[in-house]
T-cell receptor, first 115, second 111 residues
Framework: GAGVSQSPSNKVTEKGKDVELRCDPI?????LYWYRQRLGQGLEFLIY????????KSGLPSDRFSAERTGESVSTLTIQRTQQEDSAVYLC?????????????FGSGTRLTVV | GDSVTQMEGPVTLSEEAFLTINCTYT??????LFWYVQYPGEGLQLLLK?????DKGSNKGFEATYRKETTSFHLEKGSVQVSDSAVYFC??????????FGTGTRLQVFP
Protein backbone atom coordinates (compact mmCIF):
# COMPACT_ATOMS: atom_id res chain seq x y z
CA GLY A 1 0.00 0.00 0.00
CA ALA A 2 0.90 3.67 -0.11
CA GLY A 3 1.61 3.92 3.59
CA VAL A 4 1.75 1.96 6.81
CA SER A 5 -1.76 1.03 7.91
CA GLN A 6 -2.69 0.20 11.48
CA SER A 7 -5.95 -1.15 12.81
CA PRO A 8 -7.98 -0.50 14.76
CA SER A 9 -7.29 3.19 15.15
CA ASN A 10 -8.91 3.14 18.58
CA LYS A 11 -9.56 0.26 20.96
CA VAL A 12 -11.21 0.34 24.37
CA THR A 13 -10.98 -2.91 26.30
CA GLU A 14 -11.73 -4.16 29.76
CA LYS A 15 -8.90 -5.00 32.12
CA GLY A 16 -7.97 -8.65 31.80
CA LYS A 17 -9.07 -9.05 28.18
CA ASP A 18 -6.71 -9.88 25.32
CA VAL A 19 -6.23 -7.49 22.38
CA GLU A 20 -4.68 -7.79 18.94
CA LEU A 21 -3.25 -4.83 17.08
CA ARG A 22 -2.51 -5.07 13.39
CA CYS A 23 0.09 -3.41 11.19
CA ASP A 24 0.23 -3.52 7.39
CA PRO A 25 3.63 -2.22 6.29
CA ILE A 26 4.55 -0.67 2.98
CA UNK A 27 4.83 -3.35 0.34
CA UNK A 28 8.44 -4.45 -0.03
CA UNK A 29 9.58 -3.11 3.34
CA UNK A 30 11.28 -6.02 5.03
CA UNK A 31 11.95 -4.28 8.35
CA LEU A 32 9.07 -3.62 10.73
CA TYR A 33 9.09 -1.98 14.17
CA TRP A 34 6.62 -1.61 17.02
CA TYR A 35 6.80 1.29 19.46
CA ARG A 36 4.63 2.36 22.38
CA GLN A 37 3.87 5.94 23.32
CA ARG A 38 2.36 6.50 26.72
CA LEU A 39 0.69 9.81 27.49
CA GLY A 40 3.31 12.49 28.02
CA GLN A 41 6.20 10.14 27.35
CA GLY A 42 8.50 9.34 24.47
CA LEU A 43 8.39 6.42 22.12
CA GLU A 44 9.44 3.14 23.69
CA PHE A 45 10.86 0.51 21.35
CA LEU A 46 9.07 -2.83 21.65
CA ILE A 47 10.21 -5.19 18.90
CA TYR A 48 11.90 -5.26 15.50
CA UNK A 49 11.26 -7.70 12.67
CA UNK A 50 13.54 -8.40 9.74
CA UNK A 51 11.44 -10.47 7.42
CA UNK A 52 9.45 -12.85 9.59
CA UNK A 53 12.05 -13.18 12.34
CA UNK A 54 12.52 -10.88 15.32
CA UNK A 55 16.22 -10.29 16.00
CA UNK A 56 15.43 -7.73 18.69
CA LYS A 57 12.48 -8.13 21.03
CA SER A 58 14.24 -6.52 23.97
CA GLY A 59 11.58 -3.86 24.45
CA LEU A 60 8.62 -6.14 25.11
CA PRO A 61 7.67 -5.17 28.68
CA SER A 62 6.43 -8.55 29.89
CA ASP A 63 5.48 -12.02 28.75
CA ARG A 64 1.92 -10.74 28.25
CA PHE A 65 3.21 -9.04 25.09
CA SER A 66 3.96 -10.99 21.93
CA ALA A 67 4.21 -10.22 18.24
CA GLU A 68 4.40 -12.14 15.04
CA ARG A 69 4.85 -11.41 11.39
CA THR A 70 3.86 -13.58 8.48
CA GLY A 71 4.65 -13.49 4.78
CA GLU A 72 7.11 -10.65 5.38
CA SER A 73 4.04 -8.46 5.52
CA VAL A 74 1.37 -8.09 8.17
CA SER A 75 2.37 -8.02 11.83
CA THR A 76 0.17 -8.55 14.87
CA LEU A 77 0.99 -7.32 18.36
CA THR A 78 -0.93 -9.24 21.01
CA ILE A 79 -1.39 -8.13 24.59
CA GLN A 80 -2.82 -10.74 26.92
CA ARG A 81 -4.65 -10.01 30.17
CA THR A 82 -4.47 -6.27 29.58
CA GLN A 83 -3.69 -3.95 32.48
CA GLN A 84 -4.40 -0.24 32.84
CA GLU A 85 -0.72 0.57 32.41
CA ASP A 86 -0.93 -0.88 28.90
CA SER A 87 -3.01 2.13 27.85
CA ALA A 88 -0.98 3.93 25.19
CA VAL A 89 -0.69 4.63 21.49
CA TYR A 90 0.98 1.71 19.73
CA LEU A 91 2.92 2.77 16.65
CA CYS A 92 4.20 0.62 13.82
CA UNK A 93 6.87 1.62 11.32
CA UNK A 94 8.46 -0.10 8.36
CA UNK A 95 11.57 0.45 6.29
CA UNK A 96 13.66 -1.14 3.58
CA UNK A 97 16.30 -3.46 4.98
CA UNK A 98 19.45 -1.72 6.07
CA UNK A 99 18.03 1.79 5.91
CA UNK A 100 17.11 1.95 9.56
CA UNK A 101 16.11 5.37 10.74
CA UNK A 102 16.80 6.88 7.34
CA UNK A 103 13.76 5.27 5.87
CA UNK A 104 11.19 4.70 8.61
CA UNK A 105 7.57 5.25 7.62
CA PHE A 106 5.19 5.33 10.56
CA GLY A 107 1.53 4.44 10.73
CA SER A 108 -0.98 6.63 12.55
CA GLY A 109 -1.08 4.28 15.51
CA THR A 110 -3.64 2.41 17.56
CA ARG A 111 -4.84 4.17 20.69
CA LEU A 112 -5.47 1.50 23.32
CA THR A 113 -7.47 2.35 26.42
CA VAL A 114 -7.80 -0.26 29.16
CA VAL A 115 -10.67 0.44 31.55
CA GLY B 1 22.67 2.87 27.42
CA ASP B 2 21.97 5.16 24.52
CA SER B 3 19.44 7.91 25.25
CA VAL B 4 18.03 11.20 24.04
CA THR B 5 16.94 14.14 26.19
CA GLN B 6 14.67 16.87 24.89
CA MET B 7 13.43 20.08 26.43
CA GLU B 8 9.98 19.77 27.90
CA GLY B 9 7.05 21.49 26.27
CA PRO B 10 4.83 22.90 25.37
CA VAL B 11 6.72 25.61 23.56
CA THR B 12 4.33 28.46 22.78
CA LEU B 13 5.32 31.07 20.19
CA SER B 14 3.77 33.77 18.09
CA GLU B 15 3.96 33.48 14.32
CA GLU B 16 7.31 34.59 12.86
CA ALA B 17 9.14 34.03 16.15
CA PHE B 18 12.48 32.20 16.33
CA LEU B 19 12.33 28.58 17.46
CA THR B 20 14.87 26.47 19.31
CA ILE B 21 14.11 23.01 20.67
CA ASN B 22 17.03 21.55 22.57
CA CYS B 23 18.15 17.95 22.18
CA THR B 24 21.15 16.22 23.72
CA TYR B 25 22.15 12.60 23.46
CA THR B 26 24.19 9.94 25.20
CA UNK B 27 25.77 7.24 23.05
CA UNK B 28 28.92 5.14 23.07
CA UNK B 29 30.14 6.26 19.69
CA UNK B 30 28.90 8.45 16.89
CA UNK B 31 25.25 7.90 16.14
CA UNK B 32 23.14 9.26 13.33
CA LEU B 33 20.71 11.90 14.59
CA PHE B 34 17.18 12.69 13.47
CA TRP B 35 14.27 15.00 14.03
CA TYR B 36 10.80 13.57 13.45
CA VAL B 37 7.57 15.57 13.47
CA GLN B 38 4.03 14.48 14.30
CA TYR B 39 1.31 16.80 13.02
CA PRO B 40 -2.12 16.53 14.68
CA GLY B 41 -3.89 13.36 13.60
CA GLU B 42 -0.97 12.14 11.49
CA GLY B 43 1.87 9.66 11.84
CA LEU B 44 5.47 10.57 12.58
CA GLN B 45 7.41 11.91 9.62
CA LEU B 46 11.14 12.33 9.17
CA LEU B 47 11.92 16.06 9.22
CA LEU B 48 15.72 16.08 8.91
CA LYS B 49 18.81 14.08 9.74
CA UNK B 50 22.59 14.25 10.16
CA UNK B 51 24.91 11.30 10.01
CA UNK B 52 28.25 12.69 11.25
CA UNK B 53 29.74 15.45 13.34
CA UNK B 54 29.31 19.00 12.01
CA ASP B 55 26.70 17.89 9.47
CA LYS B 56 23.70 20.20 9.21
CA GLY B 57 20.33 18.71 8.41
CA SER B 58 17.69 21.02 6.95
CA ASN B 59 14.14 20.81 5.64
CA LYS B 60 11.11 23.13 5.43
CA GLY B 61 13.11 25.99 6.99
CA PHE B 62 14.17 23.88 9.96
CA GLU B 63 17.85 23.22 10.69
CA ALA B 64 19.87 21.19 13.16
CA THR B 65 23.64 20.80 13.44
CA TYR B 66 25.32 17.67 14.81
CA ARG B 67 27.61 18.92 17.60
CA LYS B 68 29.89 16.18 18.85
CA GLU B 69 31.62 18.36 21.43
CA THR B 70 28.33 19.16 23.18
CA THR B 71 26.53 15.94 22.15
CA SER B 72 23.66 18.07 20.90
CA PHE B 73 21.34 18.34 17.91
CA HIS B 74 19.17 21.39 18.59
CA LEU B 75 16.33 22.14 16.19
CA GLU B 76 15.97 25.74 14.96
CA LYS B 77 13.74 27.73 12.66
CA GLY B 78 14.04 31.42 12.01
CA SER B 79 10.36 32.22 11.57
CA VAL B 80 7.68 29.75 12.64
CA GLN B 81 4.22 29.48 11.14
CA VAL B 82 0.94 28.32 12.61
CA SER B 83 1.24 25.25 10.39
CA ASP B 84 4.42 24.24 12.25
CA SER B 85 2.34 23.42 15.34
CA ALA B 86 3.13 19.77 16.05
CA VAL B 87 5.10 17.47 18.33
CA TYR B 88 8.80 17.22 17.52
CA PHE B 89 10.90 14.18 18.42
CA CYS B 90 14.67 13.95 18.50
CA UNK B 91 16.09 10.48 17.87
CA UNK B 92 19.35 8.62 17.44
CA UNK B 93 20.42 5.50 15.58
CA UNK B 94 23.60 3.73 16.60
CA UNK B 95 24.94 0.34 15.78
CA UNK B 96 21.48 -1.16 15.44
CA UNK B 97 18.57 -0.77 13.15
CA UNK B 98 16.25 0.79 15.73
CA UNK B 99 15.68 4.43 16.57
CA UNK B 100 15.87 5.68 20.16
CA PHE B 101 13.52 8.61 20.69
CA GLY B 102 13.28 11.49 23.10
CA THR B 103 10.04 12.29 24.89
CA GLY B 104 8.87 14.79 22.29
CA THR B 105 8.28 18.55 22.50
CA ARG B 106 4.93 20.08 21.64
CA LEU B 107 5.12 23.33 19.68
CA GLN B 108 2.12 25.64 19.58
CA VAL B 109 2.26 28.64 17.25
CA PHE B 110 -0.38 31.33 17.51
CA PRO B 111 -1.21 33.95 14.86
Amino acid sequence: GAGVSQSPSNKVTEKGKDVELRCDPISGHTALYWYRQRLGQGLEFLIYFQGNSAPDKSGLPSDRFSAERTGESVSTLTIQRTQQEDSAVYLCASSLAGQGGHGYTFGSGTRLTVV
Amino acid sequence: GDSVTQMEGPVTLSEEAFLTINCTYTATGYPSLFWYVQYPGEGLQLLLKATKADDKGSNKGFEATYRKETTSFHLEKGSVQVSDSAVYFCALLYNTDKLIFGTGTRLQVFP
